[in-house]
């Protein structure tokens, strides 16, 4: 069985940066992919960023790309996603998933089996 918790949401002004971080309990010797995901009020989930088992490849949504940087530490079982220069339209929930498959679609949610219960990220002035 797997549990993901993410922590580090919060409010933060427009241009400012947040470090979301994601605690994996998994059984030991496993590997897996890890995602992040947001979802705003009244909108769709999509896809942010994810990083394959080894930190081979990483991959990232257009709207992200250049202000956003994900990274993992398999030792600890633990990932990050860095947030700079964030906007308005970065306000979110942000959820952390892991995917066991072996050879995954990193973009996509459904591969994913195992999320964590959200963060809220709230960028305003």
């Known amino acids: 069985q797997v549990h993901v918790v993410e922590s580090g949401g919060g409010l933060v002004q427009p241009g400012g940066s947040l470090r979301l971080s994601c605690a994996a309990i998994?059984?030991?010797?496993?590997?897996?992919?890890m995602g992040w995901f947001r979802q705003a009020p009244g909108k769709e989930q999509e896809f942010v960023a994810a990083?394959?088992?080894?930190?081979?490849?990483?991959f990232y949504a257009d709207f992200v790309k250049g202000r956003f940087t994900i990274s993992r530490d398999n030792d600890k079982n633990t990932g990050e996603l860095r947030m700079n220069s964030l906007k308005p339209e970065d306000t979110a929930v942000y959820y952390c998933?892991?995917?066991?498959?072996?050879?995954?679609?990193?973009?996509?949610?459904?591969?994913?089996?195992?999320w964590g219960q959200g963060t809220q990220v709230t960028v305003s002035s």
């Open positions: 998933a892991v995917s066991l498959k072996n050879f995954p679609q990193h973009r996509r949610s459904e591969d994913y089996s195992y």
């Open positions: 998994v059984q030991p010797g496993s590997t897996y992919a």
């Open positions: 990083i394959s088992r080894t930190s081979t490849n990483t």
